[in-house]
């Protein structure tokens, strides 16, 4: 029965995830080929050429895409889960590595990450840019028009109910678009066949033979035809592999390479058409509703970047890596589908900004392809660890697997960076400061819970050495502290202020641990310490959503106790870190920064889902 209901869901989840996955490479055909030959400068649009270039693309989506993501990359799961921080948590857990050492490993792992926050600024600009500027070819006259309709777009892009609303659409839309992408080609193909000679080697080997310095100029305009590969790994536990790999052979590669083929086929009839060979395949009377339909295609892939960018900030708050941000679920049926008012806000400004600097989509093709190629190249380095150390393979077989990899992310790390100066900066400068926050974040957090433990009292020694000058009074007090070895300083001051402590008092420490989810069997561990204390934690995984009240409720039914969350008050530290001089910590600056962050996260109640009602703050002051 089991089998037979995954069967009859297997259609939906292939349609569904052709949406959300592929949207992203499903859009390069509006401008990949057209870059190819626009990075080519002077090479004569002939038949060797043409072809030549064709085969190359073939081969990289085979290679990159169908053998390294498919058939490699995505049998690294983390508990079914995928995208670079779950590999990262994954290597964490798995790798035998001296702890000096995962240093390298986080670094490569928030690069990685940084880089995909790179990439869901720039995806939206030159999706939605690429698609309107169909309209150029339709008419002349709305050329001044194509980068404020490119901007009106853009604003509805970060519409907060957009993805939760047009989530039921997704698959049904991509796949017209594949189905249009597909039909398209066909129809140049039947009328220059000879193009179908791209899928041989001989043209990709002949062509670099015969042009070494053109190829690898060409080679960084033709990675944006397999932009999406970290998608395809990063969106696996939504759906899971086979839906994705049945999506991809039956539908995606078949549509996106006699698309490819079709430009090629008009080119060889046409040369002038690289113009935009996109657009001139289509049939005149069908040009606007392809414009619409590309919009559509660009909206979708787009929205599917901006959804990753925000799962992935979520999972780094989970694990520590960034500060509390207030996120909002915009779906009541699907757990993945969340909105993060901040992040939202910053995209729209930088896709704004990026739109205005660079007009046009050649331009910012130039800033997409190194955040591609750097995340790939991070993507290679973290699956060659997994294999190593979760796989146990040995090191001659992993490096025989690998190194064809390798040498294919640094030939298109290498090509990609020759456009530096000409746009490359931007994803840098953002994966940058990205990985600056993540790693600065991380340092202050650890800095801040050593100084929090060798500043107030073990736990153990504060419970025997509690006196008669302590007045306990009726309720529950529970104490949300990271450092549950030590007296929460929230305690302290009640005791302090207040002179009194409450019949019970429940020290609770949030684990998050490195897999997607944890079951609520594992959720809870209860201690208890004394006749009035007792010891908490609740664990979920980077994917869970933490509710306190919830798991307090599943603590309570265990120790026997009756719950009632009005009887309870939820006791939270305010802390305020102040710099200091002479302290052994991070640079100024970083501290600084630090404080920031630290000073403008969202309240742990708000995080933990707990009524505000019931929450008592105190403060306290921390130097680092």
């Known amino acids: 029965m089991q089998s037979s209901a995954k069967k009859a869901a297997l259609p939906a989840m292939t349609l569904a995830a052709l949406g959300v996955v592929f949207g992203d490479i499903g859009t390069s055909p509006l401008y990949a080929l057209k870059e190819s030959f626009h990075a080519a400068h002077g090479l004569g649009i002939q038949p060797e050429n043409v072809l030549g270039i064709l085969s190359i693309i073939f081969w990289c989506l085979t290679l990159i895409i169908s053998i390294k993501y498919i ?133 990709a080997i002949q062509f670099i033979y015969t042009h070494p310095v053109m190829s690898f100029f060409i080679m960084g305009a033709v990675v944006l035809t397999v932009t999406g590969g970290e998608a395809l790994y990063a969106d696996m536990g939504h759906f899971g592999p086979f839906p994705i790999r049945l999506a991809w052979f039956s539908i995606v590669l078949p549509s996106l390479l006699l698309n490819y083929a079709g430009q090629g086929a008009l080119l060889l009839r046409n040369p002038a058409a690289i113009e935009n060979p996109f657009y001139l395949l289509v049939p005149s009377w069908a040009l606007y509703p392809m414009i619409v339909l590309a919009t559509m295609a660009a909206v979708i892939a787009s929205q599917a970047v901006i959804s990753g960018v925000f799962s992935l900030a979520r999972q780094a708050i989970q694990l520590g890596y960034l500060p509390r941000l207030t996120i909002k679920h915009t779906s009541e049926s699907e757990e993945g589908q969340i909105y993060v008012p901040f992040l939202n806000w910053l995209l729209l400004v930088a896709i704004i900004v990026l739109i205005l600097i660079f007009q046009n989509s050649s331009n910012l093709a130039s800033a997409y392809g190194l955040a591609v190629t750097l995340t790939m190249l991070c993507d290679t380095i973290l699956v060659a660890v997994f294999i190593y150390s979760a796989w146990k393979w040995s090191l001659p077989k992993v490096l025989l697997l690998i190194i064809p990899f390798l040498i294919i992310d640094l030939v298109l790390v290498s090509a990609t960076s020759l456009k530096m100066f000409s746009g490359g900066w931007v994803p840098l400068l953002i994966g940058a400061i990205a990985v600056t926050i993540l790693m600065t974040w991380k340092r202050g957090r650890e800095i801040t819970f050593a100084r929090l433990e060798h500043d107030t009292l073990p736990l153990d020694l504060f419970v025997k050495s509690i006196g008669n000058e302590v007045h306990w009074v009726s309720g529950d007090a529970v104490f949300l502290t990271g450092t549950p070895n030590v007296v929460p300083h929230a305690m302290l001051h009640n005791i302090k202020h207040n002179k009194v402590l409450h019949e019970r008092n429940i020290l609770v420490t949030v684990v998050v641990q490195d897999i997607p989810y944890v079951s609520q069997d594992e959720r809870i561990a209860v201690e208890t310490l004394a006749d009035h204390f007792y010891r908490i934690k609740i664990y979920y995984g980077f994917k869970d959503e933490p509710n306190v009240p919830k798991a307090l409720r599943q603590a309570y039914e265990q120790l026997e106790i009756e719950y009632d969350l009005m009887q309870i008050s939820f006791f939270i530290s305010r802390d305020r870190i102040i710099s200091t001089v002479g302290q052994q910590g991070m640079r100024p600056w970083r501290e600084k920064l630090f404080i920031s962050m630290q000073r403008n996260t969202s309240p742990v109640s708000d995080f933990y889902q707990i009524p505000t009602n019931r929450v008592v703050e105190l403060g306290s002051q921390i130097e680092i």
């Open 71 to 203: 058939a490699v990359v995505m049998r690294a799961d983390n508990n079914g889960e995928g995208g670079i921080m779950a590999l990262l948590a994954l290597n964490l857990r798995k790798a035998k590595i001296p702890e000096d050492k995962k240093i390298y490993l986080i670094a490569i792992g928030f690069i990685g990450a940084s880089l995909f926050f790179g990439d869901g600024i720039i995806t939206p600009a030159i999706s939605v840019l690429s698609a309107v500027e169909g309209l150029s070819v339709a008419t002349d006259v709305l050329d001044p028009f194509i980068v404020p309709i490119a901007i009106v777009i853009t604003l509805f892009l970060m519409q907060k109910k957009g993805t939760a609303f047009v989530g039921k659409f997704f698959g049904p839309i991509t796949l017209i678009w594949f189905l249009s992408l597909g039909i398209l080609g066909i129809s140049s193909i039947i009328q220059t066949p000879v193009v179908l000679g791209m899928f041989s080697p001989h043209w």
